[in-house]
């Protein structure tokens, strides 16, 4: 098995435990499928990136926590109150943030299509700004500013067509993905800014796509942003932050070779800002500029794992089939393209593995977890865990078959709760009744 290394779940006594609890009893006390997240696993992967963006940018930065990874409201709250801010991409995310408490001058707003009510919306909270995207958008960001009689700080979120060497559903730095502006068409736009009183350019960001394996491309994209940033200073468009989007990467246990550690990626944003002669325009340099990062599945995603049981062991044609109360209902990653988890019994049993495709009870053939993958001897009520299950899990899941989300818990320490209550199948159908 392909297992990343954690210091969070680890095996003790013959059993897995998340830090100090035993996954056994947290079954039997919430029953399966769970999700589980370690609060110290959050609290360390936030440190890191937090040391790296300190080192980068000399002291004053702000983490915009993506919160499309897990928006569990006990995890942002926990993150809230270490500082961190919140890249949003919806007015149910902005509702989501504000209901955490999290500080609405750390919120970005990013994403192709938001809506007038979005823009308002984000307008009355006072977020930060909201990161352009299009023409179109610029107009009705326009036009809702002036119904309301306000100013709307923006930034125009550009494409540098910068090639992430990542999987293509996660990059979004290049000319041909929906994401972001192209140069010349954000300066095509720059006279118009100029004549609307209703709004104020107030930032640049890009984002060039999630699991970066190596920080060369991040330093490219950095020169890049920076550079555009000086040129709009020259044209007279005085700029507050400068951000520099997400791609710190996590480790699913999959990986070839070690990702490079958050300072690495860290030192990339440095080096960026260098080669563009920018870091004069740091805060910490006097200048006027916050840096902002926009980490995502690297502040939760290895926080978390789902626990499951094994409902049947089947063994049919040439395969051996272990299924489980977990489904692509729960986590559609692998389903969807093909994502690894790693997977593990929480006490092993003696004897040899063997490759078992694991398989939820989901009415569709792609409900898998794990296809092809050596697994030790399992048995019926034996609990396994899916590990590298704390970002875009629980975010992505769904109701198919009219199966009721599952429970989340938050460990901390010995300690654990319920931080989200296993629905009931009353409530899938409780806004449907009138």
Request: proline share 5%; net charge negative.
């Amino acid at each position: 098995m392909d297992v990343p290394p954690s210091r969070v779940f680890v095996m003790r006594e013959g059993a897995l435990h998340a830090e100090g609890v035993d996954l056994r009893a947290l079954a039997e006390a919430t029953g399966t499928p769970t999700w589980v997240y370690s609060a110290r696993a959050v609290d360390a992967a936030y440190d890191a990136v937090d040391d790296a963006m300190r080192a980068a940018s000399g002291g004053d930065h702000v983490i915009a926590y993506a919160i499309k990874a897990n928006g569990n409201l006990a995890l942002l709250r926990r993150l809230g109150a270490r500082g961190c801010g919140a890249d949003i991409v919806s007015g149910g995310e902005l509702a989501r943030v504000l209901r955490a408490r999290i500080d609405p001058a750390k919120v970005v707003f990013s994403g192709v299509g938001k809506t007038r009510d979005e823009l308002a919306a984000a307008l009355s909270a006072g977020i930060k700004a909201i990161h352009v995207e299009s023409a179109s958008e610029l107009r009705a960001l326009a036009e809702v500013a002036r119904d309301r009689g306000v100013v709307a700080d923006f930034a125009f979120r550009v494409n540098p067509d910068v090639d992430a060497k990542t999987h293509p559903y996660i990059a979004t730095g290049l000319h041909d993905t929906k994401f972001g502006l192209e140069l010349d068409a954000a300066r095509d736009l720059l006279a118009g800014v100029s004549s609307e009183p209703a709004l104020r350019l107030i930032g640049v960001a890009c984002h060039i796509g999630s699991q970066l394996e190596t920080s060369a491309p991040l330093r490219e994209a950095v020169a890049i942003l920076a550079r555009f940033g000086l040129e709009l200073e020259t044209a007279g468009f005085p700029l507050t932050h400068l951000d520099v989007g997400g791609g710190w990467p996590m480790e699913y246990g999959c990986e070839d070779a070690a990702f490079p550690g958050a300072e690495a990626f860290g030192a990339a944003i440095a080096g960026g800002l260098a080669d563009a002669g920018a870091e004069a325009r740091l805060t910490s340099a006097g200048g006027d500029w916050t840096l902002f990062t926009e980490p995502g599945r690297s502040l939760v995603g290895a926080a978390g794992l789902l626990l499951s049981r094994v409902v049947y062991v089947k063994d049919q044609g040439t395969k051996r089939f272990v299924i489980v109360d977990g489904a692509m209902s729960e986590l559609i990653r692998p389903a969807l393209y093909e994502a690894y988890h790693a997977v593990t019994p929480v006490v092993p049993r003696e004897g040899k593995a063997r490759v078992v495709d694991v398989v939820g009870p989901v009415c569709e053939s792609g409900d898998f977890l794990a296809l092809g993958r050596a697994l030790p001897p399992v048995d019926e009520g034996d609990l396994v865990a899916v590990l590298g299950a704390g970002a875009y899990g629980r975010e992505m899941s769904s109701a198919y078959n009219a199966r009721p989300p599952a429970a989340e818990v938050l460990v901390d320490g010995d300690a654990w709760r319920v931080v989200r209550r296993r629905a009931t199948p009353a409530d899938l159908w409780a806004l449907e009744e009138h």
